[in-house]
């Protein structure tokens, strides 16, 4: 196996590296204390909008999209998911980069899905303004009265009543709820109860401002509300649109899911790495400027140590992410199932306990807003939550290995 991208693949990481170290790492903290002293921090800084329109001129843009296929050539020719692997970790080293390039979540999931799901009328709607970044969307799937770990338990319902689709319920969790140009909202809703679980649901495109949607509120992850995009609590109350905005069909929501699930959760491990990649970069600045009982701090207390694992711990992460990424392109994502878990379990983690360690070299500093290890270490936090907590991907490991070791048994 060899996961050297593409030679379009290579002169796009190029560029995306470039662009990072000369447009975007220069004001990046500048633009995030102007985030934290605006009177209003939920209204988008224009320097995200002036940075946007350099890198979609400068040809980084929707990087993400999958390669072109018969249906979808008119939103131009994507990359694999080995090709973007690379790209993704770069963005991940800043928080801002995914936003410039159009290539952050849950944006990214949802073009996807209605790359591959919606209708050319859904498509021209929805699909065409989140591609130029006029608009932004939400995923509404988590409830907060029951455990989302297992999502054939939404209870929030979906109703078909002639035309249109009736949805009620609560939904939380539904990042980038919060930005005001945020207008698309998919739903997934229970549509039919006594029908096999993996066919209860069905995912409904939902305009933002439709009668009967209410932003409850939006959700601090670790006191942190992630203006101006945010996580909020989403009340449907009596929401009707037209039958028309079902995707795919009622009771087709888990086929969709799974659609999504692959590639997404290849982009978010990556973006891990790079913020693994550059937490320890800080680390080293800090370890190697800093001076302790007549020593820098690299030299007190096992650091060295710490800094050897944290470099073994990420070049193991990307790895087993690059083989992913490999497995989805050759075999999709039935041959890639465990290593689609493997990663979500191994990468959040990894990166947490590097960027913990970063802090603690960082003393004080580390904890405040002066770094960017803090928001860090939430982020990868949460997404041991996030697309599924780890406990749901360890039970869906365990289960093929068992399905192929007592497979290989009776073979015997």
Same mark, same amino acid.
């Given at each position: 196996?060899?996961?050297?991208?593409?030679?379009?693949? &290579?002169?796009?990481?190029? #560029?995306?590296?470039?662009?990072?170290?000369?447009?975007?790492?220069?004001?990046?903290?500048?633009?995030?204390?102007?985030?934290?002293?605006a009177g209003d921090p939920w209204r988008p800084q224009p320097l995200i909008k002036d940075l946007q329109a350099r890198a979609r001129a400068a040809g980084l843009w929707n990087l993400f999209l999958p390669p072109a296929e018969p249906g979808n050539e008119q939103y131009g020719e994507g990359l694999s998911n080995l090709d973007y692997a690379p790209i993704a970790e770069l963005t991940g080293r800043s928080f801002i980069a995914p936003y410039v390039f159009n290539c952050n979540a849950p944006d990214t999931g949802n073009m996807e899905v209605l790359l591959r799901y919606g209708t050319d009328e859904q498509q021209k709607r929805w699909l065409e303004p989140l591609l130029d970044a006029t608009i932004r969307s939400a995923f509404c799937m988590t409830e907060p009265?029951?455990?989302?770990?297992?999502?054939? =338990?939404?209870?929030?319902?979906? $109703? *078909?009543?002639? =035309?249109?689709?009736?949805? =009620?319920?609560?939904?939380?969790?539904?990042?980038?709820?919060?930005?005001?140009?945020?207008?698309?909202?998919?739903?997934?809703?229970?549509?039919?109860?006594?029908?096999?679980?993996?066919? #209860?649901?069905?995912?409904v495109l939902v305009p933002r401002?439709?009668?009967?949607?209410?932003? *409850? #509120?939006?959700?601090p992850a670790m006191s942190r509300y992630d203006e101006p995009h945010g996580h909020g609590e989403v009340s449907f109350t009596n929401v009707r649109v037209p039958v028309e905005n079902i995707l795919v069909g009622p009771g087709k929501a888990f086929e969709i899911a799974q659609g999504r699930l692959g590639p997404g959760r $290849?982009?978010?491990?990556?973006?891990?790495?790079?913020?693994?990649?550059?937490?320890?970069?800080?680390?080293?600045?800090?370890?190697?400027?800093?001076?302790?009982?007549?020593?820098?701090? $690299?030299n007190l207390g096992g650091n060295?140590?710490?800094?050897?694992?944290?470099?073994?711990?990420?070049?193991?992460?990307?790895?087993? !992410?690059?083989?992913?990424?490999?497995?989805?392109?050759?075999?999709?994502? !039935?041959?890639?199932?465990?290593? $689609?878990?493997?990663?979500? /379990?191994? /990468?959040?983690?990894?990166? &947490?306990?590097?960027?913990?360690?970063?802090? &603690?070299l960082h003393g004080g500093g580390g904890l405040s807003d002066?770094?960017?290890l803090a928001a860090a270490w939430t982020s990868a936090r949460a997404l041991r939550l996030a697309?599924?907590?780890?406990?749901?991907?360890?039970?869906?490991?365990?289960?093929i290995e068992l399905a192929s070791y007592l497979a290989g048994q009776e073979a015997t």
């Open positions: 196996m060899w996961f050297e991208p593409s030679a379009r693949a &290579q002169d796009l990481i190029a #560029r995306v590296a470039e662009f990072l170290r000369t447009e975007i790492e220069p004001v990046e903290a500048e633009l995030h204390t102007a985030i934290r002293s009265d029951v455990a989302s770990s297992d999502a054939t =338990n939404m209870a929030a319902t979906a $109703v *078909v009543e002639g =035309n249109e689709v009736v949805l =009620n319920g609560r939904k939380w969790w539904s990042t980038g709820v919060g930005h005001p140009d945020c207008e698309l909202l998919i739903f997934m809703g229970l549509t039919a109860p006594d029908a096999h679980r993996y066919e #209860r649901h069905t995912m401002d439709a009668p009967g949607v209410k932003v *409850v #509120r939006l959700l $290849v982009h978010h491990c990556m973006r891990l790495i790079g913020l693994a990649e550059k937490s320890l970069e800080l680390a080293l600045r800090r370890g190697t400027s800093r001076t302790a009982f007549g020593k820098p701090l $690299v060295r140590e710490r800094i050897a694992d944290a470099r073994i711990a990420i070049n193991q992460a990307r790895l087993l !992410v690059l083989q992913t990424a490999y497995l989805l392109d050759t075999q999709g994502l !039935v041959g890639a199932l465990s290593e $689609v878990s493997q990663i979500k /379990v191994a /990468v959040p983690r990894m990166a &947490q306990d590097v960027i913990d360690m970063a802090i &603690q002066d770094f960017p697309d599924g907590p780890d406990e749901v991907h360890r039970g869906v490991i365990a289960k």
